[in-house]
């Protein structure tokens, strides 16, 4: 998992000193870091992405403890960051008076979303560079979230002083979001942390409605978007249509990529990104996806791909 990417590290914390954007892998989706306390830092991933201003970023950090120095860490953040990190767990909390980090992450809201990654690399970096790294998903603004080095590089190469590769992410969806500012957490972005281990810990655990725009932000736009139309819930192939199936394979289709034969949800969600890109490659016009069943990850995979489909 290291290799090449280990001699890099050290380059890339510095180039996220000078103030520089970095991509790097997480066990989520690659990121575009830069430093969370340096407006210009900041404000160039905006820049980058092409992402709305009213759209926050998840600030990464190596601790807990790191994160204490800048939002109220709440009794329930500190059962959930016990049992979550580091791992693919985002925990939305207010930000202390005190806070460095700069306004631009918080697009507006009180609050800073902090994850802690368990990626050997992304970790490696947090701790060579002693910084706080502001870090959303490394793909232009509305697009499909990158798994792979190749992927950010076909998109953002001009954007980034340097690519970390540490090949393909393991989980393949971004983290779970979740608003851990009161006494009971609020989803606001479904996860391979999954509604069921959170509810083991903290018992009651609430979704945020659609279209809650004060709670997540980023979550009303069209997202995860190929060129293709998406056709959901398929239980045909139509002419024209590529394949994207779950389990035993629709008849019927020229092109087709297979999230998981043997219908494992985790197996589907590592790979959904990557397939939906390369099915987006072959030209076709539509994708026809099976249907992937509403439990676990199989909850954000379809998230993903609703707001995948979704037209305007
Ligand atoms: O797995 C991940 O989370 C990846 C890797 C790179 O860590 N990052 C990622 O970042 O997915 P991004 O920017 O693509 O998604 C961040 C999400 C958005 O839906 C955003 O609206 C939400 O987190 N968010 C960020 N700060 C927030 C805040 N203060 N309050 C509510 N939602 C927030
Ligand atoms: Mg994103």
């Known amino acids: 998992m290291m290799g090449e990417a280990e001699k890099n590290i050290a380059a890339a914390a510095r180039a996220l000193e000078a103030g520089k954007l970095v991509a790097f892998p997480t066990e989520t989706v690659y990121g575009?870091?830069?430093?969370?306390?340096?407006?210009a830092a900041v404000a160039a991933i905006y820049a980058a992405k092409g992402r709305p201003p009213f759209n926050p970023l998840i600030v990464h950090m190596?601790?807990?403890?790191?994160?204490?120095?800048y939002v109220?860490?709440?009794p329930l953040a500190e059962n959930l960051a016990a049992e979550f990190w580091p791992g693919p767990l985002t925990l939305v909390m207010n930000r202390k008076k005190s806070c460095t980090l700069s306004l631009l992450v918080s697009a507006g809201l009180n609050s800073v979303a902090v994850r802690v990654p368990a990626h050997p690399i992304a970790r490696r970096l947090l701790e060579e560079c002693k910084l706080p790294i502001a870090a959303p998903s490394a793909n232009r603004s509305g697009r499909v979230s990158p798994t792979t080095a190749a992927h950010v590089k076909g998109e953002l190469a001009g954007e980034v002083a340097m690519i970390l590769d540490g090949g393909a992410c393991e989980v393949g969806l971004e983290s779970t979001v979740v608003d851990a500012t009161g006494e009971v957490p609020v989803i606001l972005r479904p996860g391979s942390i999954t509604r069921e281990m959170l509810e083991a810990v903290a018992g009651r655990v609430e979704m945020a409605g659609v279209g809650d725009p004060i709670k997540?932000?980023?979550?009303?736009?069209?997202?995860?978007?190929?060129?293709?139309t998406l056709r959901l819930h398929a239980k045909d192939v139509q002419k024209n249509e590529a394949l994207l199936a779950f389990g035993k394979p629709l008849a019927g289709h020229a092109i087709m990529e297979n999230l998981s034969p043997s219908a494992n949800l985790e197996e589907a969600a590592a790979?959904?990104?990557?397939?939906?890109?390369?099915?987006?490659?072959?030209?076709?016009?539509?994708?026809?996806?099976?249907?992937?069943?509403e439990k676990g990850i199989g909850l954000a995979i379809n998230d993903r791909l609703q707001r995948a489909a979704k037209l305007t």
């Open 32 to 39: 575009i870091g830069g430093d969370a306390t340096s407006d």
């Open 216 to 228: 997540s932000p980023g979550m009303l736009e069209r997202h995860y978007a190929p060129n293709a």
């Open 271 to 293: 790979n959904l990104f990557a397939m939906l890109r390369r099915l987006d490659a072959t030209g076709a016009k539509q994708i026809a996806i099976m249907e992937i069943p």
């Open 62 to 69: 190596c601790s807990l403890t790191e994160a204490k120095k």
């Open 72 to 74: 109220d860490v709440t």
